[in-house]
């Protein structure tokens, strides 16, 4: 099992353009969170997504969304990007998932690093 | 709202000498807690967790309500533990909150 995987690795946009951000959680895990990590900071909840549907939302703009596939894929999509929005971009699958809780466990993907120029 | 603080950015001590992790949250309701780790060029990973009340590598972390923390301690620190260390607590709405982190540096 090769773990939570996301894709692309590194990915540099300009302002206003529109990115999206891939991620594979392990087989068997039904849901997903997204994370912001702005260089020195601690990672910022955007999104979680259980049996396609979203569960949770953190304070990002409308300019953030996503979507999980029936295989429980998901993607990350950012549109009018800004410099700020330049950060790395955590995928994590989690072992249940309807909620998050302490007997959860989240298995973090080794991220995208989106460069906004 | 949900807030988690890590007063430290850096931590320096030397091998074999006691590490305490600091961290503190806001949180009405009742808070789970973690503490994640991040080892060089690795992916961030669940260290431990309250509940569990268990002590992985040797760490532990004890949940004080009266004083809302949830430090992390280790009465001696060795060389493989430097990394960066996150706290973070899952209040309502899904949302895992995490703390900035502190970098742990264990100098030989």
């Known amino acids: 099992d090769a773990g939570v995987t996301q894709s692309p690795t590194h990915l540099i946009k300009t302002r206003g353009q529109h990115v999206t951000l891939r991620c594979s959680p392990i087989s068997g895990h039904k849901s997903v969170s997204w994370y912001q990590q702005v260089l020195g900071q601690g990672p910022q909840f955007i999104f979680q997504y259980y049996e396609k549907e979203e569960r949770g939302r953190g304070n990002f703009p409308d300019r953030f969304s996503a979507r999980q596939f029936p295989n429980y894929s998901s993607e990350l999509n950012v549109n009018a990007l800004l410099l700020g929005d330049s950060a790395l971009y955590l995928c994590?699958?989690?072992?249940?998932?309807?909620?998050?809780?302490?007997?959860?466990?989240?298995?973090f993907g080794p991220g995208t690093r989106l460069t906004v120029l | 709202a949900q807030r988690v603080t890590q007063p430290e950015k850096l931590l320096s001590v030397f091998k074999g000498a006691p590490v305490e992790l600091k961290c503190n949250y806001s949180y009405s309701g009742s808070p789970e807690l973690f503490w994640y780790v991040q080892y060089s060029r690795q992916r961030l990973q669940l260290l431990l967790r309250h509940i569990s009340r268990e002590s992985i590598k040797g760490f532990t972390a004890d949940l004080n309500k009266g004083e809302t923390s949830f430090h992390l301690k280790k009465p001696f620190a060795q060389e493989e533990d430097s990394a960066m260390y996150y706290c973070?607590?899952?209040?309502?709405?899904?949302?895992?909150?995490f703390g900035g982190g502190t970098r742990l540096m264990v100098k030989p």
């Open positions: 973070a607590l899952v209040g309502a709405g899904n949302m895992l909150t």
């Open positions: 994590a699958s989690i072992t249940r998932g309807m909620r998050t809780s302490g007997r959860d466990e989240q298995f």
